[in-house]
């Protein structure tokens, strides 16, 4: 069956983040790799990736772990630093799905927490995608079978006319399982080469 729709991952693959938060942690008094670590205790991020809590109670939680844990008096000043940090977009990947779009429906697929509108809005891709599926919003998050479940709904496709794109083996596998045709993402050649072996052609793309 001819791929409809292209379920593609947020972070990891169409935006990345600097590799270390160290200049910052080093301000603040905190050891190296100190705050992802705390941000994504799965107590803390569990909560804000499904919808439970907001992305700005998450912080304020991350915050007062690193208050907590190392004795940082501006442990809240590190993590609104960290968080006015932006992430990049590859635009080589905007690329790729920009020159497929005409084939397949575009569909973000992320956990990700209540900030995703505003980071959507803010990147200007709001218009790029003809569904978003934020875990935050469905309360349920991947590599949940759920999740792709209700991703698929979104989409109004069967696992068998989806293909999936994430940076996360787990997540990947667990789409896979289900019928969908499936890549672990590596590089921007990889993705166009998989995309063109399932007949999505990247003519217009980089």
Same mark, same amino acid.
Request: with cysteine; hydrophobic share 40%.
């Given at each position: ?24 942690? $080093?301000?603040? &008094? ?13 107590? #803390? ?23 907590? !844990? ?85 989409? &109004?496709? $069967?696992?068998?006319?989806? #293909? ?11 789409? $896979? ?9 590596? &590089? ?6 998989? #995309? !063109?072996?399932? &007949? ?7």
């Amino acid at each position: 069956m001819p791929p409809e729709v292209l379920l593609i991952d947020l972070d990891g693959v169409i935006r990345h983040w600097q590799i270390s938060d160290e200049a910052i942690e $080093s301000t603040h &008094g905190l050891p190296s790799g100190s705050i992802r670590t705390a941000a994504f205790l799965p107590h #803390l991020v569990n909560p804000a990736i499904t919808g439970k809590v907001t992305d700005e109670v998450w912080r304020d939680q991350v915050a007062q772990h690193l208050q907590q !844990e190392h004795g940082s008096v501006t442990a809240f000043d590190a993590v609104k630093e960290w968080t006015s940090c932006p992430g990049s977009f590859d635009s080589e990947v905007l690329a790729v799905l920009g020159g497929c779009a005409r084939l397949v429906r575009l569909v973000l697929v992320t956990n990700a927490t209540s900030r995703l509108t505003r980071d959507l809005q803010a990147a200007g891709l709001s218009e790029r995608f003809h569904a978003v599926v934020n875990s935050s919003e469905i309360g349920v998050a991947k590599p949940s079978p759920t999740y792709f479940r209700i991703a698929l709904d979104h989409a &109004g496709v $069967s696992p068998q006319a989806a #293909l999936f794109v994430d940076d996360t083996l787990a997540n990947v596998e667990a789409a $896979s399982a289900l019928g969908i045709r499936s890549h672990h993402f590596s &590089g921007t050649s990889k993705l166009r080469r998989f #995309l !063109e072996a399932e &007949g999505v052609s990247c003519e217009n793309a980089l």
